[in-house]
């Protein structure tokens, strides 16, 4: 696997946590407790902060970067991710915030400076356009993403399962 440092930034795997040997990850980046990152994903917080919180899987392909800090923006966009969240394979994410018990359909696409609260669900190959505010309970499609419809019981029991199955697998790893 690929971890390293970039400038002055190290980054923090909890020992729980695994990264495949196959991942990227660079810089400025924490990665949770019983969280996984799978093959080929590329993590990588040079301008910014990447945050993933606990139980939290980022899968195969995944790209996941930050906007620098700026005059216009002195805060720039890191990206935040929370507890209990399944990335998809080959997501994209970017500098934006995604909540807990959040699922993210594959080959989405979050831009820069969106708020994803807790418990949505993101449907594979949606586009969330920049600085977006998603609304907690509901599920989101399209290209770009519009809310459809809420979320069941059924499904948000699915968030917790999800990330109960990938620290399983992790580590079985």
Known sequence: MSIRGFQEHRVRVD???FVDSSA???????IGKDSSVWPTAVIRGDV????IGERTSIQDGCVLH????SEDNPEGHPLRIGNDVTVGHRVILHGCR???RVLIGMGSIIMDGVVVPDEVVIAAG???SPGKQLESGYLYL??????????TEEEKQ?????ADHYVKLKNLY
């Open 15 to 17: 020992e729980l946590a």
């Open 24 to 30: 990227e990850v660079i810089g400025n980046v924490i």
């Open 48 to 51: 910014n902060q990447i945050t």
């Open 66 to 69: 930050v906007s620098h800090k």
């Open 98 to 100: 995604v909540g807990n």
């Open 126 to 128: 949606s586009l969330v």
């Open 142 to 151: 399209g290209a770009p993403a519009k809310r459809a419809r809420p979320l």
């Open 158 to 162: 699915f968030f917790r399962y999800s």
